[in-house]
């Protein structure tokens, strides 16, 4: 069973368009990141929720909004796309506390074109 | 700010070298420090940590020891493999977080 799991795994769209990825964790865990991985492979977080509570935002544009129904999902929506948004994004789940292992998904490659 | 620096790559061995990545990192207090490794096409995995000074984090050949009076946690291996190829991050989470702050990733390629 997959621990951590997003779809779509490829998303290619064009400017403008909105779109939405998808996350979920049966884990058990309490937290679920964002991450966004860039070109360079460089690793940023966006967003984490802890029990559907936002907890960290980092300074991610207004067009990005995370929903978390459950504690087993979050997804992220994606507004008015940019070419600049081209990216891998990475969800990911841990327990609640500092110094634990984040169990990640297999990433989603957005094209933007 | 807390961040991460680590070597860049790629680093190109042949198979049963000696490896070292070196990772240093800037923090407040006292961050928790880890390697994560991401194979082609897929997520992350946690290779291995180490939360206080002087841990040693060690996982499938791999070591790192946390080393504050030189704020590194470098990575070795003393044999690499064909399948060791791949993108290593260095990490830490900042002292009470769980988010984490990444290098940028080493590359290691292992040739037969």
């Known amino acids: 069973d997959t621990a951590v799991s997003q779809t779509p795994k490829y998303l290619v769209t064009q400017m403008g368009n909105d779109k939405s990825i998808k996350c979920e964790q049966n884990?058990?865990?309490?937290?679920m990141y964002w991450y966004k991985q860039d070109s360079k492979k460089f690793l940023k977080i966006m967003f984490s929720?802890?029990?559907?509570?936002?907890?960290i935002n980092e300074t991610v544009p207004n067009r990005f909004s995370p929903k978390s129904p459950d504690k087993a999902h979050l997804n992220l929506h994606i507004n008015s796309l940019e070419l600049g948004d081209s990216a891998v994004y990475f969800c990911?789940?841990?327990?609640?506390?500092?110094?634990?292992?984040?169990?990640f998904g297999q990433g989603t490659r957005l094209t933007v074109v | 700010g807390d961040s991460v620096t680590q070597m860049e790559g790629p680093v190109t061995l042949s198979e049963e070298a000696f490896l070292t990545i070196n990772c240093t990192y800037t923090?407040?207090?006292?961050?928790?420090l880890f390697w994560y490794v991401q194979y082609p096409g897929e997520g992350l995995q946690l290779l291995l940590k180490?939360?206080?000074?002087?841990d040693k984090g060690s996982n499938k050949g791999f070591e790192a020891t946390y080393r504050k009076e030189t704020t590194s946690f470098h990575l070795e291996k003393g044999s690499v493999q064909v399948s060791d190829s791949a993108v290593y991050f260095c990490?830490?989470?900042?002292?009470?977080?769980?988010?984490?702050?990444f290098g940028t990733g080493t590359r290691l390629q292992v040739f037969p």
């Open positions: 990911a789940s841990s327990r609640t506390g500092a110094n634990t292992e984040a169990f």
């Open positions: 884990l058990g865990h309490d937290t």
């Open positions: 929720y802890n029990n559907k509570e936002l907890i």
């Open positions: 923090a407040t207090g006292y961050p928790s």
């Open positions: 180490a939360t206080k000074a002087d």
């Open positions: 990490a830490l989470s900042p002292y009470n977080t769980d988010k984490l702050i």
